[in-house]
């Protein structure tokens, strides 16, 4: 079964940094393009970053642009959110999820692309 599970997340002072790792099992997920979106209280959640399978393209949301950066280890099965300069307004539970769809040519912000998901892990920081 395909599983998706986060890790990393805790809390900060602003100006902090974090890195957030998914680790995937149960499908090749090294084929598909992953995400990583965030769901503040209240709000719905969004779209942060994308990651093509070959790791050949990225794509950020404006927000968090120059501040995160999104990697992956296919070897490892893992993906990866290195967020730097972090603000209050950053706080959010993130999840991972992966393109429903094997090698896609590009990347995607829009959640209905994506199959499978985590279960969250939660970053707070601090003014």
């Known amino acids: 079964q395909a599983q998706l599970v986060e890790s990393g997340g805790g809390s900060v002072q602003a100006g902090g940094s974090l890195r957030l790792s998914c680790a995937a099992s149960g499908r090749t997920f090294s084929r598909s393009a992953m995400g990583w979106f965030r769901q503040a209280p209240g709000k719905e959640r969004e779209f942060q970053a994308a990651i093509s399978w070959s790791s050949g393209n990225t794509y950020y949301a404006d927000s968090v642009k120059g501040r995160f950066t999104i990697s992956r280890d296919n070897a490892k099965n893992t993906v990866y959110l290195h967020m730097n300069s972090l603000k209050p307004e950053d706080t959010a539970v993130y999840y991972c999820?992966?393109?429903?769809?094997?090698?896609?040519?590009?990347?995607?912000?829009?959640?209905?692309?994506?199959?499978?998901w985590g279960q969250g892990t939660q970053v707070t920081v601090s003014s």
């Open positions: 999820a992966a393109d429903k769809l094997y090698y896609r040519g590009r990347v995607s912000y829009s959640e209905d692309e994506y199959a499978y």
